[in-house]
Nanobody
Framework: QVQLVESGGGLVHPGGSLRLSCAAS????????MAWYRQAPGKQRELVAG???????DYADSVKRRFTISRDNAKNTVYLQMKSLKPEDTAVYYC?????????WGQGTQVTVSS
């Protein structure tokens, strides 16, 4: 059974930092492109950042130079380091794994940026 379990969300002040983690099980982690998506209330889910097995990453323009995605293939875990957080970063953040036609989602973790 495939599981993607996110952690690390919470409430943070504007300008603050958080690190999200997503632990994967039931898949050959290193084969998968891993990504973080987010969905704010009333908005569509959007790609935040993605990373392939060799570490090459891509980012949404709105988070470039503020967020960093990384992965530890030995720990089957992908991370999202977020800094300089803004109220508009408030959303549920989802972990996503993709390999060919096989795709899986985590359950999501809430990130709220508010003073």
């Amino acid at each position: 059974q495939v599981q993607l379990v996110e952690s690390g969300g919470g409430l943070v002040h504007p300008g603050g930092s958080l690190r999200l983690s997503c632990a994967a099980s039931g898949i050959i982690f290193s084969d998968y492109r891993m990504a973080w998506y987010r969905q704010a209330p009333g908005k569509q889910r959007e790609l935040v950042a993605g990373i392939i097995r060799d570490g090459f990453a891509d980012y949404a323009d709105s988070v470039k130079r503020r967020f960093t995605i990384s992965r530890d293939n030995a720990k089957n875990t992908v991370y999202l380091q977020m800094k300089s957080l803004k109220p508009e970063d408030t959303a549920v953040y989802y972990c996503y794994a993709l390999f060919g036609t096989r795709a899986y989602w985590g359950q999501g973790t809430q990130v709220t940026v508010s003073s």
